[in-house]
């Protein structure tokens, strides 16, 4: 009697645990929510409750059970639960730090409520979520463009004719998409000071292009001396206004320099370099070169051409013949800059093509030639010399130097050219206080250095003092006697 009162317990609690088990099974669920039809009214809208079975089973959560997410509900009452908690995706995924930097909100978010980009599901999805590797996920890399395009639509349309996704299209697997770039917390959004984050966008560009740099164009290459140039050694110093990738190439609209649209088409270059180098920028305009830029000659130079792409300390290779043909010291002239000017004007095929004079030819009339491109710059004579002696103003040969008066005189606009240039050399050679000292060209108030201009009026002072009082003396003494 009693083994069958004991054994009759235990199959009810058997019955009543398969009975509970069952009524949570996803079956039970799918059985109403497979309808295409289910719905509720909350908050004065209709939401629709349908489960797409077939979509829920190939999801990442397909072999969970409904009740895993969908907590304290009973399948037995309708409505399930008296108030509906809302799915938490952080009880599951611990680490959205990690995989999310490129939502920050999403990260001091609790991922369940608020906008779209405040909540996990918003990106990706509900019951047919699937893992980035799978080529039908949204959020795969292939497809990210499209998918984060739905709410950042200008960076889409930018980035759909950018080389970047270009690349994307022809399956190259190194091609970065939305995601690969701002999972290294370069979205501004980040609590990050300018100059880190700049930082942070450099080593992400220098990663993919040093790495291959070896089979790129000659362009990617310079990329091996950017950490040497003014603009890498400023952004490692922390300097904020220094130009990165970023800001001559843009960001989500990267195109060839070869595109009209380009910013880093040769003809956009300087509007590019004039964020920074205004002043220069509007010199350069307005010279012989701009104008003939901007007629779209393709053969003039632009600031690229003299400074470098990544490097900005380029020496342009010039055959060692052309120096010797043209009387020129090639020493003399890569000390002085004047490579630039020789690469181009010693080239008989490209000058015939403008109708424009060789620099041998157009500068027979000097005697001792040689001599003249030992001691004067090109842009001694051919830059603008009227105040303030705008360097990158290159004027046309009627409104260049040609009298001999005009440089031997010791008042010629020459000769304070000449001043300048040979201070900042001085300067370069021995250090600025040295080179200010011994600089046979010194003039109070010329330096710009405060404390020597300061120190110069001092002791010019107290001589002027000292020869005032030894006179007073001199005279009082003498009265006296």
């Known amino acids: 009697m009693k083994r069958n009162i004991l054994f009759n317990i235990i199959m009810i609690f058997l019955a009543l645990s398969i009975s509970r088990v069952y009524s949570q099974s996803n079956e039970v669920c799918l059985d109403c929510h497979n309808d295409p039809t289910i719905e509720t009214e909350k908050n004065g809208r209709t939401i629709s409750l349908y489960v797409n ?63 779209p980009d405040l909540n996990c599901k918003g990106c990706h999805g509900t019951h047919e979520v699937k893992t980035s590797s799978s080529p039908s996920s949204p959020t795969n890399f292939t497809n990210s463009t499209n998918y984060c395009g739905k709410c950042h639509t200008k960076e889409k349309e ?58 790129q164009s000659q362009f990617s290459r310079t990329l091996i001396n950017y950490d040497s140039s003014v603009h890498g050694q400023a952004i490692a110093k922390g300097n904020a206004n220094a130009a990165i990738c970023t800001d001559c190439h843009g960001t989500h609209d990267l195109e060839k320099a070869s595109s009209p649209t380009s910013k880093i088409n040769r003809t956009n270059v300087p509007n590019i370099c004039s964020k920074c180098h205004l002043a220069v920028s509007q010199e350069y305009k307005i010279s012989v070169h701009g104008i003939a830029l901007s007629k779209g ?65 157009a500068h027979d009339w000097l005697p001792s030639l040689a001599k003249h491109y030992e001691s004067v710059r090109c842009i001694d004579c051919h830059s603008s010399y009227a105040p303030p002696n705008l360097s990158h103003n290159i004027l046309p040969p009627t409104q260049t130097v040609k009298k001999c008066e005009e440089c031997h005189n010791e008042n010629s606009v020459l000769m304070s050219k000449l001043y300048k240039h040979e201070k900042t050399l001085s300067r370069q050679k021995y250090g600025f206080i040295n080179g200010t000292l011994l600089s046979d060209a010194y003039v109070i108030g010329s330096t710009r250095n405060v404390f020597l201009d300061s120190l110069s009026i001092i002791i010019f002072g107290v001589v002027v003092i000292g020869l005032i009082f030894h006179a007073l003396m001199r005279w009082y003494f003498y009265k006296g006697k």
């Open 53 to 115: 079975k077939f979509v829920f089973v190939q999801s990442s959560h397909g072999k969970l059970k409904c009740v895993s997410c969908h907590k304290g509900f009973n399948p037995e009452e309708f409505p399930h639960k008296a108030n509906i908690t809302p799915i938490n995706c952080k009880e599951c995924h611990q680490a959205p730090m990690d995989k999310h930097v490129f939502h920050p909100q999403l990260v001091r978010a609790d991922g369940i409520g608020g906008s």
């Open 297 to 361: 000659n393709t053969d003039a130079p632009t600031c690229t051409f003299c400074h470098g792409e990544h490097n900005i300390n380029p020496i342009v290779h010039a055959p060692r013949r052309m120096f010797s043909d043209n009387q020129i010291n090639p020493e003399v002239a890569m000390k002085t800059k004047m490579v630039y000017c020789v690469v181009c004007h010693t080239n008989e095929n490209m000058m015939k093509k403008y109708n424009i004079l060789t620099t041998n030819k």
């Open 158 to 215: 930018d980035h759909l004719k950018s080389v970047h996704f270009v690349q994307l299209q022809k399956n190259n697997p190194k091609a970065p998409t939305c995601i690969y770039c701002h999972s290294n917390k370069v979205t501004p959004n980040w609590k990050l000071d300018l100059a880190t984050l700049k930082k942070n966008q450099e080593t992400l560009c220098l990663d993919c292009h040093l790495s291959n740099s070896n089979k």
